[in-house]
């Protein structure tokens, strides 16, 4: 007989119109059996529903329970918390003026969960999009069906463009006002002074060279 452990995990919640507190308790038994856990009190003092229960079975381990008891640690609930408390905070709408809004500490910390679990999912999206992109700008040129391929970018929000390497040489004159009296070499003058800008966005300048100096 061999003495593996049965894990379960317990999904509880508090009165949603009171306190909406979701909580989780795994236990186990080391004979074999779940420890059934039906009851459980909320940190707000009420009785939670019991929502669901799942089981798992834990390989035997040669620890000591001393030994698992060290390594296993627990973020303990301070006691100034309270789920019931009523927050007043400011709700920024971009750049229109805020509005203030009271709600339950629990309430706000499902919302920033939800907010959390959208950007996750507005990130992999996204990335997908960016697939999507790429796969399109690369096969367009090509394509007995660019109708389509322009509808399916449309939809997505997907600008068609394709990155291109250029290079370009320009011929520059102009005039330097240099001392007299000192020293100086025009090439190391005009190198050092003279650099190109973009006034379009959609270009991006990358590498410069000043060749050529010469007075006229």
Not at 92 to 108: H, L, N, Q, R
Not at 182 to 190: M, R, S
Not at 207 to 216: K, L, N
């Amino acid at each position: 007989m061999t003495n593996e452990l049965i894990s379960s995990k317990y999904t509880f919640v508090c009165d949603p119109d009171e306190c909406d507190c979701l909580i989780e308790l795994t236990s186990s038994d080391g004979f074999g059996f779940p420890s059934g856990v039906t009851e459980l009190t909320c940190p707000c003092g009420r009785k939670t529903t019991l929502l669901s229960v799942e089981h798992a079975t834990i390989a035997p381990s040669n620890q000591t329970k001393e030994e698992t008891m060290e390594e296993t640690t627990t973020t303990p609930v301070p006691d100034t918390y309270n789920a019931n408390l009523l927050v007043t905070y400011k709700v920024i709408k971009g750049y229109s003026d805020p509005e203030y809004a009271t709600d339950k500490v629990a309430s706000i910390e499902w919302d920033l969960h939800n907010a959390r679990q959208a950007q996750k999912h507005n990130g992999v999206l996204q990335d997908k999009i960016n697939t999507a992109k790429d796969i399109i700008a690369e096969a367009y040129a090509d394509s007995n069906d660019q109708d389509t391929l322009r509808s399916i970018a449309e939809a997505l929000g997907i600008e068609l463009t394709r990155t291109v390497e250029w290079t370009a040489t320009i011929e520059v004159s102009g005039t330097i006002e240099l001392d007299l009296l000192e020293d100086y070499e025009l090439e190391d003058e005009i190198t050092d002074n003279l650099y190109v800008d973009s006034q379009s966005g959609r270009i991006e300048i990358g590498d410069i060279e000043v060749c050529h100096v010469r007075e006229a």
